[in-house]
Structure formats: C-alpha cells, structure tokens
Nanobody, 115 residues
Framework: QVRLVESGGGLVQPGGSLRLSCAASGINFKIHTMAWYRQAVGKERELVASISSSGSSTYGDFVEGRFTISRNNPWNRVSLQMNSLKPEDTAIYYC?????????WGQGTQVTVSS
C-alpha cells in the first residue's frame, strides 16, 4: 500500500521560509520520480517541483529560484525548501508519485503566507 505523508506546513510571513517533507512508504522509493503540487482556493492543482530517480529536478515557472526540491533515498523522503515566500504561495501542498501508471497523493499540508 502506497502511503505519502506530508509535514512542515504552517503560517509564515511574506519573505519567510518553510521546509516541507514527505515520507513515502509502500514503494521502491529510489526508482520513483517524486513531486510536489499545490492547489490554492479556486484554482487548479499545479506542479511546484519534481525530482527524478537520478536527482534531476524541474520547477514551475512561478518558483523563480525560490524553492529547492531534494530527496533522501535511505529515508524515503522528499523535501521542498521554500524561501522568499509570497502571499500567492498560499495553498495546500501535496506530495505525489506514480506507480504502474497510477497516481498517489498525500493528504496535503497547508501553507499560508500572510502578515
């Protein structure tokens, strides 16, 4: 059974930082591309960042160098370091992977950027 559990969300002021973490189980973690998506109220879910099994990463255009995705294969974890946060980064952030063509999502963690 694939399970993705996010942590690390919260309330932060504009310009602040947060680090999100996703613990994965039920998959051979090291061979899977892992990703972070987000969904703001009234908007569609969008890709924030992804990291392949080889460590190659891609980012949404809106990231503009502020976020860094990383993975720790021995610990089956993928993290998202978010710096210079903006109010428009407010959303629920979801961890994602696929296995045999099936998408798996975590329950999400709320990130709120507000003064």
């Amino acid at each position: 059974q694939v399970r993705l559990v996010e942590s690390g969300g919260g309330l932060v002021q504009p310009g602040g930082s947060l680090r999100l973490s996703c613990a994965a189980s039920g998959i051979n973690f090291k061979i899977h591309t892992m990703a972070w998506y987000r969904q703001a109220v009234g908007k569609e879910r969008e890709l924030v960042a992804s990291i392949s099994s080889s460590g190659s990463s891609t980012y949404g255009d809106f990231v503009e160098g502020r976020f860094t995705i990383s993975r720790n294969n021995p610990w089956n974890r993928v993290s998202l370091q978010m710096n210079s946060l903006k109010p428009e980064d407010t959303a629920i952030y979801y961890c994602h992977t696929t296995r045999q063509g099936i998408s798996f999502w975590g329950q999400g963690t709320q990130v709120t950027v507000s003064s």
